[in-house]
């Protein structure tokens, strides 16, 4: 059979995979992997998210288009090589998770993870999900799917948002105006200090919605929405005395 026969598709890296020297790999040539193998290998090869497979006692590894961006300079090097050799400095990090896959059959999930990686000369904090999937042949874990996700940017957008947003509750505690912020759907998602003080009749006010608990609000303060963040901010005079007031 011709070697698109046996791995098929079209994507970037099903064209490496034929084009590999497997031979002097653990996995020898294509035409003697087992049927399972490549059927493996071509699922692999058709995700559209980050996939890689690691397969047999040195854990081959075999991956996709989408996981290229994730080894950064190791691609295309990587291709063919055990992942202890290529993952080295999270070895650490992996290395018993991997282990435990191919031993016991148990997958594991991991949500942002912290995987300090080698990339363009340098040492980077990277952020994943990811997971480890047995991979079976008559019976027995023979490999392991991993499939990835980088959140390293929505990690970090995160946090700089909680940073901005701890600085502005400083200076929102700081006024002497009541202020409360309100979600998309009219829910309570802050109250500043003094906003505390002019809501205390109500109790706690956060989560509520926001017509519900001041029902006659309207007619008192002043409520702005964001253009920017879609927020509702509703600021009341440091004369106030009460909450609502009958129209």
């Known amino acids: 059979m011709e070697l698109h026969d046996l791995i098929v598709g079209k994507a970037d890296m099903a064209d490496m995979v034929r084009a590999h020297d497997w031979s002097a790999t653990a996995l020898g040539p294509i035409h003697s ?10 699922m692999l090869l058709a995700l559209v998210s980050p996939a890689i497979i690691y397969w047999g006692r040195g854990l081959t ?33 992996i290395g018993s998770d991997l282990d435990a896959v191919m031993s016991t059959g148990r997958a594991t999930h991991k949500r942002e993870a912290l995987i300090p990686i080698l990339a363009y000369g340098e040492m980077q904090d990277f952020y994943f999900n990811y997971s480890f999937s047995p991979l079976y042949e008559d019976g027995i874990v023979v490999g392991v799917l991993n499939l990835a996700e980088d959140t390293t940017e929505t990690v970090l957008a995160r946090r700089k948002l909680h940073s901005t947003t701890g600085r502005l509750n400083q200076v929102l505690d700081a006024t002497t105006d009541g202020v409360i912020s309100l979600n998309e759907e009219w829910r309570i998602t802050y109250v500043n200090q003094r906003g505390k003080q002019i809501t205390a009749p109500q109790g706690e006010i956060l989560g509520c919605n926001f017509w519900e608990t001041f029902p006659a609000l309207s007619y008192e303060g002043r409520h702005t929405l964001s253009t920017t963040t879609g927020r509702w901010t509703s600021t009341f005079p440091a004369s106030s005395s009460r909450t609502t007031r009958s129209p």
């Open 33 to 42: 992997w087992s049927d399972s193998l490549r059927s493996t290998v071509n």
């Open 61 to 93: 590894a075999i991956y996709n288009d989408a996981y290229c961006p994730i080894l950064t300079t190791r691609h295309p090097d990587f291709l063919g090589r055990p992942v202890r050799e290529v993952w080295s400095e999270v070895w650490d990090l």
